[in-house]
């Protein structure tokens, strides 16, 4: 339920947080659409998932501290689960395709960085 008194500049700051949020989140999944390989397409949802969500939570931090309906307690839980497990996710996801592509010889393989192919 929205109050009525909502100030003006608050709904747009939180319709402006929100819309970038939903916005960034549709540019990451364009790009996992978009993309050809699968060390291109891991990126992109990736950053879209971390860039969207904050936008998205701030916009709820700020709707939710301002009218005083409760403490942003939930939305500080989410942020710090989302920046932890979707940077993790990715290196986990890159790093077992890189070594089953090592393994097998085929796909475009990213050079190592220590000049040998065993990672």
């Given at each position: 339920m929205i109050p009525d008194d909502l100030p003006l500049w608050l709904?747009?700051?939180v319709g402006i947080c929100v819309l970038a949020g939903a916005f960034l989140t549709l540019v990451g999944?364009?790009?996992l659409a978009r993309f050809s390989s699968f060390y291109e397409r891991v990126h992109a949802p990736t950053l879209g998932t971390s860039l969207g969500t904050g936008f998205i939570l701030l916009g709820s931090v700020l709707y939710f501290t301002i009218t005083g309906q409760r403490l942003s307690?939930?939305?500080v839980l989410i942020f710090i689960f989302v920046s932890v497990t979707t940077p993790v996710t990715l290196m986990l996801l890159a790093r077992a395709?890189?070594?089953r592509?090592?393994?097998e010889g085929t796909g475009a393989v990213p050079p190592s960085r220590f000049g040998r192919?065993?990672?």
């Amino acid at each position: 339920m929205i109050p009525d008194d909502l100030p003006l500049w608050l709904a747009i700051l939180v319709g402006i947080c929100v819309l970038a949020g939903a916005f960034l989140t549709l540019v990451g999944a364009i790009g996992l659409a978009r993309f050809s390989s699968f060390y291109e397409r891991v990126h992109a949802p990736t950053l879209g998932t971390s860039l969207g969500t904050g936008f998205i939570l701030l916009g709820s931090v700020l709707y939710f501290t301002i009218t005083g309906q409760r403490l942003s307690v939930h939305e500080v839980l989410i942020f710090i689960f989302v920046s932890v497990t979707t940077p993790v996710t990715l290196m986990l996801l890159a790093r077992a395709a890189l070594y089953r592509d090592r393994e097998e010889g085929t796909g475009a393989v990213p050079p190592s960085r220590f000049g040998r192919d065993d990672g």
